[in-house]
């Protein structure tokens, strides 16, 4: 794969024969996403896991999440695989919204949902990540494993650290999250790793209508740098370039 690639160097040799070309890859990536995500107007990027079983509860949950974004004038972002990811935008279409699927170069993964109807495929991890952060109004994290904690947590610490102005990260299921959050209060705060306010960057709840007029709601208190707000749900800019 090309990330494995990227970060398995063999020699200081490697660099002059092979890196150059790659970085124009990397740069094709961004233009790629850069062009096709460029008019997506408001949107949320949804995050969960690509084990979720069609049928489930935790698969039932992503469609409804992704229907009312829809209906609520948002477009809706996954990772576009199966899973959480296809509930998501299965939702979105048919809430009549547009769904958009950043797929990756994965050995065990099955290729983009049905559901997508703007579809991109990445090489690199980072330049996906990337298009999740830039073009969403905030973000919906369902039930997941490594993959959803890691952009749930890099999504924190971008807000955390004002790399993005502060944005809604809302996480579905109470009973899921609820055991992680406490032991980033009983530890992680309590060890003096984190502070107490960095609890706020996230909230939790169980129903999907409240989780999306929670991110609508948030979203639409960030002004864009003309200092008005963009319409779509009532979603507004983060700012971010």
Known sequence: MSDQTLLDTKGPGQFVHTDPWRVLRIQ????????????LGPAVSVFGSART???SRNYELGVEVGRQLAEAGLAVITGGGPGSMEA???GA???NGVSVGLGIELPFEQGMNQ?????????YFFARKTMFVKYAQGF?????????????FEAMVLVQTRKVTSFPIVLVGVAFWGPLLEWVRDTLVTEGMVSEEDLDLVQVVDDPALAVALVVEGAARHRNPNGGTNGGGGAGSKGNG
């Open 53 to 55: 079983v069609p049928g």
């Open 88 to 90: 998501a935008n299965k």
């Open 93 to 95: 279409v048919q809430g």
């Open 28 to 39: 094709s990536e961004f233009v790629e996403g850069f062009g096709a995500l460029a008019d």
């Open 115 to 123: 559901w997508v109807d703007l579809g991109i495929n990445f090489r």
């Open 140 to 152: 919906i994290v369902l039930p997941g494993g490594l993959g959803t904690l890691d952009e749930l």
